[in-house]
């Protein structure tokens, strides 16, 4: 079985800045496609960026130029760096993996549990 654990939500004023990180951890024999969602109240879960194992981004269009996304292949982590927050940037934050566990070759789509960002003044 494989984890996701998202961290670095909160309260942030508009204009300001967040960093989302979110581990993989358990049996991990290989991650391709990571990314990011997120949703409102009220709201169907939407796609904000992904990245893959080669480092290739898509990003939705109401994020680019403001979000960047990263991953570090070695701590099997991706990141998500928020800039110019808005106040309907305010969501749940859920990080996406599909990964391969150690002894099989399917792959398996991962979610975390989601972490709150929440942007006023």
């Known amino acids: 079985q494989v984890q996701l654990v998202e961290s670095g939500g909160g309260l942030v004023q508009p204009g300001g800045s967040l960093r989302l990180s979110c581990a993989a951890s358990?049996?991990?024999?290989?991650?391709?496609?990571m990314g990011w969602y997120r949703q409102a109240p009220g709201k169907q879960r939407e796609f904000i960026a992904t990245?893959?194992?080669?480092?290739?981004?898509n990003y939705a269009d109401s994020v680019k130029g403001r979000f960047t996304i990263s991953r570090d292949n070695a701590k099997n982590t991706v990141y998500l760096q928020m800039n110019s927050l808005k106040p309907e940037d305010t969501a749940v934050y859920y990080c996406?993996?599909?990964?391969?566990?150690?002894?099989?070759?399917?792959?398996?789509?991962?979610w975390g549990q989601g972490t709150q960002v929440t942007v006023s003044s």
């Open positions: 996406n993996a599909h990964v391969r566990a150690i002894g099989t070759m399917r792959i398996d789509e991962s």
């Open positions: 358990g049996s991990i024999g290989n991650i391709y496609v």
């Open positions: 990245i893959t194992g080669g480092g290739g981004t």
